[in-house]
């Protein structure tokens, strides 16, 4: 009996862990409009993208790489512990303080078509430093946030993701974004997320169903013993 016991406790050990497997988070995301204010150059916040089908508000932090109305791409989501750890800015030296800065800038008012361009510079600086040369406009938003960055104590990080492009092998790099979850549907939810390899449940699925049908056929053995 005390096998038994001993190999079921096995058996459950052994799916949990199966069933378990870490898996990132993969959604697909679609470029549906950018603009109609530009600074001279490059369009400006907020950007409106699909993500998994859903459409949603969205500002861009990632100066460096480009994408086009129409272009679509697989991206990683990001949380603000997972981006500060695993993302593409993971290597700043102030890399959690400034995704924090990121998602801050991001559910700042813009009353004004100069106020999208000054915060989007600002929101361009975080990761890329001196890109712009400060305005009157974007010290505005950038004293804002000196006094609210100790603490963040109102902010809901929890609210955000950051979407960041998932390499492909031949293919530039598209634009990183941070949307707010918490403004789709009123519940706060991520958009039907995806797990980043489908083979990665296939293998849970499996050696769950290996290791139970051993069980099943230890067991058999031992009422016939």
């Given at each position: 009996?005390?096998?038994?016991?001993?190999?079921?406790?096995?058996?459950?050990?052994?799916?949990?862990?199966?069933?378990?497997?870490?898996?990132?988070?993969?959604?697909?995301?679609?470029?549906?409009?950018?603009?109609?204010?530009?600074?001279?150059?490059?369009?400006?916040?907020?950007?409106?993208?699909?993500?998994?089908?859903?459409?949603?508000?969205?500002?861009?932090?990632?100066?460096?790489?480009?994408?086009?109305?129409?272009?679509?791409?697989?991206?990683?989501?990001?949380?603000?512990?997972?981006?500060?750890?695993?993302?593409?800015?993971?290597?700043?030296?102030?890399?959690?303080?400034?995704?924090?800065?990121?998602?801050?800038?991001?559910?700042?008012?813009?009353?004004?078509?100069?106020?999208?361009?000054?915060?989007?510079?600002?929101?361009?600086?975080?990761?890329?430093?001196?890109?712009?040369?400060?305005?009157?406009?974007?010290?505005?938003?950038?004293?804002?946030?000196?006094?609210?960055?100790?603490?963040?104590?109102?902010?809901?990080?929890?609210?955000?993701?950051?979407?960041e492009a998932v390499p492909t092998l031949g293919a530039n790099l598209a634009q990183a974004f941070v949307i707010q979850t918490s403004t789709?549907?009123?519940?706060?939810?991520?958009?039907?997320?995806?797990?980043?390899?489908?083979?990665?449940?296939?293998?849970?699925?499996?050696?769950?169903?290996?290791?139970?049908?051993?069980?099943?056929?230890?067991?058999?053995?031992?009422?016939?013993?």
């Open positions: 009996m005390r096998t038994r016991k001993s190999f079921l406790y096995f058996l459950a050990t052994m799916f949990i862990a199966a069933i378990t497997l870490p898996a990132d988070t993969i959604v697909s995301v679609t470029l549906i409009a950018a603009g109609p204010v530009n600074d001279g150059a490059d369009y400006v916040l907020p950007y409106v993208l699909s993500v998994n089908g859903v459409a949603m508000d969205a500002d861009c932090y990632d100066y460096q790489d480009h994408v086009e109305v129409g272009q679509s791409w697989q991206a990683y989501e990001f949380t603000l512990s997972e981006a500060a750890a695993q993302g593409q800015y993971k290597g700043e030296t102030n890399a959690l303080i400034d995704y924090e800065d990121v998602a801050w800038l991001s559910s700042q008012a813009t009353p004004t078509t100069q106020d999208q361009i000054d915060l989007q510079h600002v929101i361009w600086n975080v990761f890329y430093p001196g890109t712009f040369v400060p305005t009157p406009g974007m010290t505005v938003y950038t004293n804002l946030l000196d006094v609210a960055q100790p603490g963040f104590t109102t902010t809901e990080f929890a609210d955000y993701s950051f979407l789709i549907g009123g519940g706060g939810q991520n958009p039907g997320p995806a797990p980043e390899s489908g083979s990665r449940i296939l293998l849970s699925v499996g050696l769950g169903l290996i290791v139970m049908s051993r069980a099943v056929a230890h067991m058999r053995g031992i009422r016939h013993n």
